[in-house]
């Protein structure tokens, strides 16, 4: 018994798929425009893959790797990382906490909090944030050393004006991007605007600015470390000592102890996200 095809009905029309580029297609173009920045990035760029790959500079790199992977494991020398270890967790808390509070502050008055508003502080607000996170936590730490000397405090306050920055932005983009309803009802029955944001808008952004903030603490702790090559303490600072020295098994212990306390924040922070999403 043969098998009866499925007839088409009189009115379905077939239309073949849309063709890959369209010329009034504003995300082709953007796609187009984006493919082209990335051949003339590579075509600009003198990347030399032929020298990299080399038989003599693989050996080279291995050489280093197999010195780094001697790490030096004396208790005089791990009495010395453990406090460094700590410092640079403890400037990372810091820096992070201290960004939160002004970048919340800042939030406020970058963002438009319904269609009323006339935000008349956006735009420089806006333009400071900016500023705060163009300029790279290295320049931060380097400016700030001259007031402060040397040490974690120069450091952590680096992280926090450069973290209010960028939490800054994320928290005005999160609080202009929250649903207006519950706002609106409380703004027609003449609540002030002060208990408007506290009871309508913060409880709906809380959860993702709280997301904001961890994954901005586990980026500061390898700045942290990273700062503290400009003088600035911590695991970084050793690790500049060390280096300097060609010191590679001392060198390695702190590369070490940056990874094992990168990984306790990171698993600090995946705990607190999933206790606060339940």
């Known amino acids: 018994m043969s098998k009866i095809e499925p007839q088409p009905a009189a009115n379905e029309v077939y239309r073949l798929p849309p063709p890959l580029f369209d010329a009034r297609c504003r995300a082709c173009w953007m796609v187009a425009a ?21 038989i003599e500079s693989l050996a080279r790199m ?17 009495q010395k990382l453990l406090p460094a270890a700590l410092e640079t967790l403890a400037m990372s808390v810091v820096g992070t906490v201290l960004a939160v509070v002004a970048g919340l502050l800042l939030a406020l008055p970058a963002s438009k909090l319904h269609d009323g508003d006339p935000a008349r502080w956006r735009g ?4 400071l944030l900016n500023a705060l996170r163009s ?16 040490g974690p405090f120069a450091g952590t306050l680096a992280l926090a004006v450069h973290t209010s920055g960028v939490l800054g932005r994320l928290f005005a983009e999160s609080i202009e991007n929250a649903a207006q309803g519950p706002a609106f009802a409380l703004r027609v029955r003449g609540v002030p605007e002060g208990r408007v944001f506290l009871y309508a ?9 709280m997301s904001y903030a961890l994954y901005r603490w586990e980026n500061n702790i390898r700045a942290a470390a990273v700062l ?8 970084g ?11 590679m098994g001392e060198t390695g212990t702190v590369l070490l102890a940056m990874i094992v306390l990168v ?7 995946y705990v607190a996200r999933r206790f606060m999403g339940r």
């Open 135 to 150: 300029v790279p936590e290295l320049m931060w730490a380097a400016l700030l050393l001259i007031a402060a000397g040397l």
């Open 263 to 269: 990984s306790l924040v990171d698993a600090a922070s």
């Open 201 to 209: 808008t913060l409880p709906q952004v809380l959860p993702q600015l």
């Open 237 to 247: 600072q050793m690790l500049a000592f060390h280096l300097g020295l060609f010191q």
């Open 228 to 235: 503290g090559v400009v003088g600035a303490g911590g695991l």
């Open 124 to 127: 420089p607000t806006r333009l």
């Open 62 to 78: 291995g050489r280093f790797a197999g010195e780094l992977a001697r790490p030096a494991l004396g208790h005089a020398f791990l």
């Open 34 to 54: 984006l493919a082209a920045l990335v051949v003339a990035s590579f075509w600009s760029l003198d990347l030399q893959w032929a020298r990299f790959f080399s």
